[in-house]
């Protein structure tokens, strides 16, 4: 879920920091040096590539509130949520770029894929506006999706599946049931995430929380937590614990909490809105919390049996002139949790060439915070993508970074962006990759690219994965006047920079988007058992009027 509305405070804040340069008034040392003024919420300004400290807004403990058993049955659907507004602005720099096409062959190949969760049985009642005959579904459906050595698990608004590597079906469950998150009317949950932590060998699942209203209705007095769960084994199908993370911020909303994690940390980071102010389009900031990873786990607890151990978490925000930080998956040995934010841009908006960089060291109650601005290629608006007899019909959202990963030295972020096409016309839509280096002690800026496959069409919806040698796996959406809302994956070789391999079609659409949401984003992830298998998922449309959306689950093999 994300709320799109162009907000007056966030323009201000970029209208304010065009005129600065993003940001020239407070100074800095070198990187690994703490600035001479720490932030504490507000604003954040700081000369590009000059590091400034971040200070925790608040700091508690959690407790587990449950221990989950996945459940035998479907059980209460989710309501769903209304409409959705994001912080949007203008920054200072020009676009689109021109894009990058495909770079010679492929080395990799697919290997099996089924169909995923879909509209029909997701378990989501919410109707679709405009659309009569069509079964209630979440939009968008919010796919994601991770393996370990023996299992692929995939969930979406609000259901989830889980199978084994062989594709063979273990089990599916509604996160409705799966969490003790309260019912009834006004009361909705949006915007899974799952991750496998193969250095623990444990599962992580989170989702937002939205409790009931006033008289069925979503405000005045509405309040947002977030639920996570980390499973006890490796087998995502037994016993999980289960944590409520209370919004600090009274009224607020904790839009698109997107999960990432290092060795010792765990990151939840999300937009801030305050309900009582949806109609004047205000946003209060990003915010995100950083807890004790092992605590999570209740990994080392000696308390007696039955009885929990509590754990560490720090607050950071709400920052009024960031949006949407998101925290990398992090595969390997990873003392530090980086995260990576783009001001995201609306279609026909000029771009930013500033990338906010962030590092974590440490474990709460202790942990530190660092943000490095880094200069990049100008983000474009995407625009709507097109579809057959749908021109500029595809929700495409805005430029905000969807998908993060770092391994080994390096991290990689996605987003949907506006480019330029050789030989074609207009402004298509493609995926912005952008990988971060350090040299020297300084973060740098290593690759900066737009990818689009050509042949007219408009690539969307990242999901980014590496393999155990550095290479880059992709999977999107694309669509064209031609071809239906459909998925590709590709491959970029850690030998061969600066492009992508020729990509493969792997779920071929066959019906257009009909309801105005698709993503909002796509995953990706390691298998761990074998190092050159990786996993994808993505939505298409095979029958919006039978399914509304469609998910598919693909497996790829590096050759090269």
Not at 77 to 92: I, L, R, T, Y
Not at 280 to 285: A, C, E, K, L
């Amino acid at each position: 879920m994300r709320w799109f509305a162009l907000l007056g405070a966030i323009a201000a804040s970029v209208l304010l920091v065009t005129s600065l340069g993003y940001g020239l008034t407070l100074q800095g040392f070198a990187l690994g040096r703490p600035t001479s003024v720490p932030q504490r919420g507000g604003t954040v300004q700081a000369l590009d590539d000059v590091p400034i400290s971040l200070l925790p807004a608040n700091a508690g403990t959690l407790n587990p509130v449950a221990v989950l058993s996945l459940p035998e049955t479907d059980g209460a659907a989710n309501p769903g949520a209304g409409d959705q507004h994001s912080p949007h602005g203008k920054g200072h720099a020009t676009g689109p770029i021109d894009a990058t096409l495909p770079s010679g062959p492929a080395q990799y190949r697919a290997g099996i894929g089924w169909s995923g969760i879909s509209g029909a049985n997701s378990s989501c009642f919410q109707p679709i506006i405009g659309m009569s005959g069509s079964p209630l579904a979440c939009l968008p459906p919010d796919v994601t999706m991770s393996a370990s050595p023996h299992y692929v698990v995939e969930e979406d608004n609000t259901a989830g599946i889980i199978w084994t590597n062989t594709g063979h079906f273990v089990k599916r469950f509604t996160l409705t049931n799966f969490y003790t998150v309260p019912s009834g009317a006004g009361c909705y949950l949006s915007d899974p995430q799952v991750y496998f932590d193969n250095g623990t060998q444990r599962w992580f699942s989170s989702i937002l929380s939205v409790t009931c209203g006033a008289l069925n209705t979503q405000q005045p007095d509405v309040s947002s937590q977030i639920y996570l769960g980390v499973s006890q084994t490796s087998d995502p199908s037994a016993a999980w614990f289960e944590y409520v993370i209370p919004n600090p911020l009274p009224l607020n909303l904790s839009d698109q909490p997107f999960l990432g994690m290092n060795d010792h940390v765990v990151v939840i980071s999300t937009n801030q809105f305050p309900f009582s102010a949806l109609a004047i389009n205000t946003y209060t900031g990003a915010y995100f919390w950083v807890l004790d990873k092992l605590a999570l786990e209740q990994d080392g607890c000696t308390n007696p049996g039955g009885l929990f151990c509590s754990v560490d978490y720090q607050a950071f925000g709400p920052y009024s002139d960031l949006a949407s930080i998101h925290p990398a998956h992090s595969y390997g040995p990873a003392p530090t949790e980086y995260m990576a934010s783009l001001l995201p841009v609306n279609p026909g908006q000029t771009g930013v060439s500033t990338l906010n960089f962030f590092r974590v060291e440490g474990t709460p109650p202790s942990a530190s915070v660092v943000m490095t601005n880094l200069t990049v290629r100008p983000t474009e608006g995407p625009p709507l993508g097109n579809q057959p007899g749908m021109d500029q019909s595809v929700n495409t959202d805005d430029s905000r970074i969807s998908t993060g990963v770092y391994q080994g030295g390096v991290s990689w972020w996605g987003a949907n962006d506006g480019c330029t096409v050789a030989g074609e016309s207009g402004v298509h839509d493609c995926i912005r990759l952008i990988q971060i280096g350090a040299k020297q002690g300084k973060f740098q800026v290593r690759q900066d690219f737009d990818f689009n496959s050509g042949n007219n069409e408009d690539d969307y919806y990242p999901g980014i994965t590496l393999d155990p040698s550095g290479d880059l796996a992709v999977t999107y959406a694309f669509s064209s006047p031609t071809e239906y809302p459909s998925v590709a994956i590709s491959l970029q070789s850690a030998s061969q920079p600066g492009a992508l391999q020729t990509p493969t079609t792997v779920a071929v659409g066959t019906d257009t988007e009909q309801g105005g949401r698709y993503g909002d984003f796509c995953d990706a992830s390691p298998s761990y058992g074998n190092p050159s298998e990786l996993w994808f998922a993505c939505e298409y449309i095979i029958n919006y009027n039978d399914y509304v959306w469609n998910t598919r689950v693909q497996q790829m093999f590096v050759t090269g």
